[in-house]
């Protein structure tokens, strides 16, 4: 079965700080993709990055950073020098990949909720 | 680009009524995705989409629950008697066909629903 814990229910930092979150995630495809999405308080659902299972290079984008290791079934967010405008809930979440046929859905972890502070 | 695009953004309504929730996908996309969030339950997916069939409809509370896909840009998620626990954000999402790119979803606004 398909799971994705992320352990950190809220996170409060000061402004300027780096913060991370853990995204753990339990699968037996040999396949898969992984996600993050950021949902501010106006309460949509942006999009921020898709990992595949057969890439392991971290990613950065600007402040933000994503480090997949699949040796430990995770894959951790890392926003450097943070700001207020990064407060939201972030989810991680996991879809099947090529095993999965037709299936997109997503598998979701219950949210990280981030409240950086000034 | 416009992305995708539900109404009502909100709507109150009464227990019993009936209430239809709309969701317009991106261009070009082929997946359509009915979630509903609550605190208590998190983001939920009700149904699931490709090329207008259902693939994935495990997620439909009860009978009282349907959703349609009329064409290939459109669908409906309608609540027939609505009762107040169904209360919450309802959003669609969309993916685009092919490729990796078809496993990104792509989220509407939302629609925050009341049930008095």
């Known amino acids: 079965a398909q799971k994705v814990t992320q352990a950190q229910t809220e996170i409060s930092v000061v402004e300027k700080e780096d913060v991370t979150l853990d995204c753990v995630y339990e699968?037996?495809?040999?396949?898969?993709?992984l996600f993050w999405y950021k949902q501010p308080p106006s309460g949509e659902l942006v999009f921020l990055i898709r990992r595949n299972s057969f890439d392991e290079q971290n990613e950065i984008s600007g402040r933000y950073s994503w480090n997949f290791q699949k040796s430990t079934s995770s894959f951790n967010f890392t926003i450097t020098a943070s700001q207020v405008v990064d407060s939201a809930v972030y989810f991680c979440a996991l879809t099947r990949g090529l095993n999965a046929g037709n299936n997109r859905k997503l598998i979701w972890g219950l949210g990280t909720s981030l409240a950086v502070n000034p | 680009d416009a992305g995708v695009i539900q109404s009502p953004r909100h709507e109150v309504t009464e227990m019993g009524q009936e209430v239809t929730l709309r969701c317009k996908l991106i261009s070009g996309h082929n997946s359509l995705f009915w979630y509903r969030q609550t605190m208590m339950r998190g983001l939920e997916l009700l149904i699931y989409f490709n090329n207008n069939v259902p693939i994935d409809d495990s997620g439909m509370p009860e009978d009282r629950f349907s959703a349609k896909m009329p064409n290939a840009s459109f669908s409906t998620l309608k609540i027939q008697p609505s009762e107040p626990r169904d209360s919450a954000v309802y959003f669609c999402?969309?993916?685009?066909?092919?490729?990796?790119?078809?496993?990104?979803?792509?989220f509407g606004p939302g629609t925050r629903l009341t049930v008095t």
């Open positions: 999402a969309s993916s685009p066909s092919g490729g990796v790119s078809s496993y990104e979803q792509y």
């Open positions: 699968t037996r495809d040999t396949t898969y993709y």
